[in-house]
């Protein structure tokens, strides 16, 4: 059973920051991928930020600068540190992770359950 509990979502005023956090339980053979999506009120969901196993990073244009994207492999967990933080950005923000478990070891996407990220002007 594979769970993504993400954590540190919350209200905050324009200009200032957030660290969100994921963990994922259950075992896996090899993380290709872990990152954050998010999706405001009649928007498609999107890709904010995500980072493979070995280091390398991805960031929407509207955040490069602000945030930033870190992944402990060994724990499974993946953070991102959002600083500069504005009104655009509130969403609910949904951890992702992109493996391979044992014993198919098929290449699959999982996905936490979302924190919301209200920023205030």
């Known amino acids: 059973q594979v769970q993504l509990v993400e954590s540190g979502g919350g209200l905050v005023q324009a200009g200032g920051s957030l660290r969100l956090s994921c963990a994922a339980s259950?075992?896996?053979?090899?993380?290709?991928?872990m990152g954050w999506y998010r999706q405001a009120p009649g928007n498609q969901r999107e890709l904010v930020a995500d980072?493979?196993?070995?280091?390398?990073?991805t960031y929407v244009d509207s955040v490069k600068d602000r945030f930033t994207i870190s992944l402990d492999s060994a724990k499974k967990l993946v953070y991102l540190q959002m600083n500069s933080l504005k009104p655009e950005d509130t969403a609910v923000y949904y951890c992702?992770?992109?493996?391979?478990?044992?014993?198919?070891?098929?290449?699959?996407?999982?996905w936490g359950q979302g924190t919301q990220v209200t920023v205030s002007s």
């Open positions: 259950g075992s896996f053979a090899s993380i290709n991928v």
């Open positions: 980072i493979t196993d070995g280091g390398t990073t």
């Open positions: 992702h992770l992109s493996g391979r478990r044992p014993p198919v070891y098929l290449l699959r996407d999982y």
